[in-house]
């Protein structure tokens, strides 16, 4: 209330003043074209509480009259009015032209609120620190009760036009216009917080393993190194207050400061205060939404190789995996920055893993061919079937198989590529006494068989005499034929067993055929006899055709049997094979890009950063030497 019964007051005074055609100030210009590194407004663009807008000769005027009126108006008031008569925020806080203006910049860093990979915009919040020495803002605070300390408005006095060089955003905003504090020997301190956005090199290599260097890149826009001198006002950041971020982690802080000539200026060197950046990303998130639901999947694929081939799903979970890779890629793509000078770790991890995964696919269309042959049955090479019996099967664990299963079909004294798992046998010693006893059990066995051969001869005559007539003559006559003639068959079929292929295995039992008579019958009596005989001839024939045709038949199809059962024996092998290989490489990728690559970023063995952040990091302390000797001699050339 007091204060705006005063600015009534003050404009009746102003009216009446005008009117008289009072004196004006030398030192009144127009300020309106005034610009304060666009932190605020400059004395003419400011105004009063109706919006009208104040001229200097208006802020003069008042100045003078809280002046005058000091008895009733506070000191800090009092003291206000005495420092900003005659002050223009334009023009720099020195009395002479050739002196710098020594500006000492630091911030407090206060949280890291975003990093957005795929804009490679880092987004802080800080509170700037920034104090000078204003040679326009002394006073001696014996004068106003031990005033030693003011609070003023930053748009009423001469701030310094710092910015953030590689801001993300534009430069309209500015910082809060909070109220800077000025002690009675001149020195002002003006810590305004901000939030900005910088832009950021990603580097993605190493994701979600990662490091990233950003730099906050602070300078005068508008001054050199001669007329603002920009230096830290401490050699680290301060980290008090700061929140700690839950994805990134910081590493190190380190703030340089640099002296750059632009192409504009050439010559002309303008200071600046770099603020690096080193953080790194915390796994753990990434680690239970990414890295396991890919080994998850890892293992899944290889869990096809074990699916028995009759199933059907064999190629059905292959392609659900494929899929399911296929929507982690986009998801991780969607948040990376679609470059092309890096890719990121996880994804060559999941590509590799997507690339066994759609083999194992391929690889299992092959094995299914192999276990469900086709209607014509080819038989397995011979090279094929010794290295996968031989060689394969020991080495991925299925000799126990295949010796169950060369046991069960009689292939261990057949084939000679199983007789590597046939059952090694205890045998004596071929002693004297062991061959002695051999050949006395045979002598009398020899003699057994002779004594019985004989009895039987007897027996076999005596029945031949009791029923000798026409018609059992005949028979007798036929009969031994037949007998003779079937034990020559047996003898023959013994013989062909030996030499055919090893495909008939299985035990047939043997049938005794009639084969057709060759050689005419005896003389027959008996006309119906006759025919009775020929019937019976021609019967054993037909006969004989169809058994003939059955057997052939029935062999053909064990055959058949036993090529497809050794063709899935080795889609077993192979299957096998694959669940081993595939295993191993994809333990060899996850270990490697997720283990391996990581540990020797982090112990230093791998760069984890970019090597151009590198360079400038590294840079900047060659030039800075070079940088000082020049300003020096610059400055040593300016008039005092």
């Known amino acids: 209330m007091v204060f705006l019964f005063i600015e009534i007051v003050f ?32 004395a003419g663009n400011q105004q009063n509480i109706w919006g009208n807008s104040w001229s200097l000769q208006d802020m003069n005027s008042w100045y003078d009259y809280t002046l005058n009126e000091s008895d009733s108006i506070p000191d800090e008031q009092r003291l206000m009015a005495q420092l900003l008569r005659n002050y223009d925020p334009s023009a720099r806080p020195v009395y002479n032209a050739s002196n710098t203006v020594s500006v000492a910049f630091g911030i407090s860093l206060t949280q890291l609120s975003d990093m957005d990979e795929k804009n490679q915009i880092l987004t802080t919040n800080i509170w700037l620190e920034q104090e000078w020495y204003d040679q326009r803002l002394i006073w001696n605070a014996s004068d106003f009760n031990g005033l030693s300390t003011l609070r003023l408005p930053c ?7 710092i910015v953030l060089y590689n801001s ?23 810590p305004p ?58 590493v190190h802080i380190d703030i340089r400061r640099n002296d750059v000539t632009y192409p504009c ?17 915390r796994v753990l998130y990434y680690l239970f939404n990414i890295i396991f639901p890919c080994i998850w999947l890892s293992i899944l694929s290889l869990l096809g190789f074990w699916l028995p081939p009759d199933s059907g799903e064999k190629i059905t979970l292959g392609i659900t995996v494929l899929l399911a890779f296929s929507v982690f890629m986009l998801l991780i793509a969607e948040s990376m920055p679609a470059t092309s000078e890096m890719v990121p770790l996880i994804e060559i991890y999941l590509t590799v893993v997507m690339a066994l995964t759609s083999l194992s696919i391929v690889l299992t269309v092959y094995v299914l061919q192999l276990h469900h042959s086709g209607p014509v049955v080819i038989p397995i ?19 126990k198989i295949v010796r169950i299963y060369a046991e069960e079909h009689h292939l261990i004294g057949i084939d000679d590529v199983y007789q590597s798992f046939a059952r090694k046998s205890t045998k004596l010693l071929d002693t004297p006494l062991i061959l002695n006893n051999q050949k006395s059990s045979s002598d009398k066995g020899n003699n057994k068989h002779r004594q019985d051969d004989c009895c039987h001869e007897e027996t076999r005559s005596t029945l031949d005499d009791d029923h000798e007539d026409d018609d059992e003559g005949k028979m007798k006559q036929f009969l031994p034929n037949v007998s003779r003639l079937n034990g020559d068959i047996r003898s023959n079929k013994r013989t062909h067993q030996r030499h055919h292929h090893h495909r008939s295995r299985s035990r047939v039992p043997h049938i005794v055929l009639i084969p057709e008579q060759s050689h005419p019958l005896p003389s027959i009596r008996n006309t119906n006899s006759s025919t009775h005989y020929e019937l019976f001839n021609s019967n054993m024939y037909l006969l004989e055709k169809h058994l003939k045709h059955l057997i052939d038949k029935q062999k053909h199809e064990e055959d058949r049997n036993e090529i497809v059962s ?40 791998i760069s984890a950063l970019a090597k151009d952040l590198l360079s400038d990091l590294k840079s900047t302390d060659s030039l800075t030497n070079m940088m000082q000797e020049q300003i020096k001699t610059n400055l040593s050339g300016l008039p005092e």
Not at 265 to 281: A, E, F, K, L, W
């Open 11 to 42: 404009l009746l005074c102003q009216y009446v003043f005008c009117k008289s055609g009072g004196p004006h100030y030398s030192s009144q210009r127009s300020l309106g074209t005034g610009h304060s590194g666009g932190h605020g407004t400059s």
């Open 155 to 161: 748009s009423k006095i001469w701030l310094p036009d």
């Open 168 to 190: 993300a955003d534009d430069y309209t905003q500015g910082f809060y216009q909070s109220k800077a504090m000025v002690e009675n020997n001149g020195h002002v301190f003006w």
């Open 193 to 250: 917080p901000a939030k900005f956005r910088s832009s950021c090199k990603i580097d993605v290599t190493y994701f979600p393993f990662d490091d990233q260097l950003c730099k906050l890149k602070f300078g005068s826009w508008s001054y050199d190194a001669a007329q603002v001198n920009l230096t830290k006002r401490r050699d680290n950041v301060d980290m008090t207050n700061y929140i700690r971020s839950g994805e990134w982690h910081i």
């Open 265 to 281: 200026c050439p010559g002309i060197y303008y200071p600046d205060v770099t603020i690096y950046v080193h953080i790194r990303r």
């Open 381 to 399: 090479p011979y090279l094929f079937k010794y290295i996968l019996v031989r060689y394969i099967a020991p080495i991925v664990g299925m000799k």
């Open 566 to 605: 050794e063709w899935k024996l080795m889609a077993l092998i192979m299957d096998r094979l694959f669940f081993w290989l595939f295993t191993g490489l994809t333990i060899l990728s996850t270990i490697f890009c997720l283990i391996i690559i990581p540990l020797l970023k982090n112990t230093g063995y």
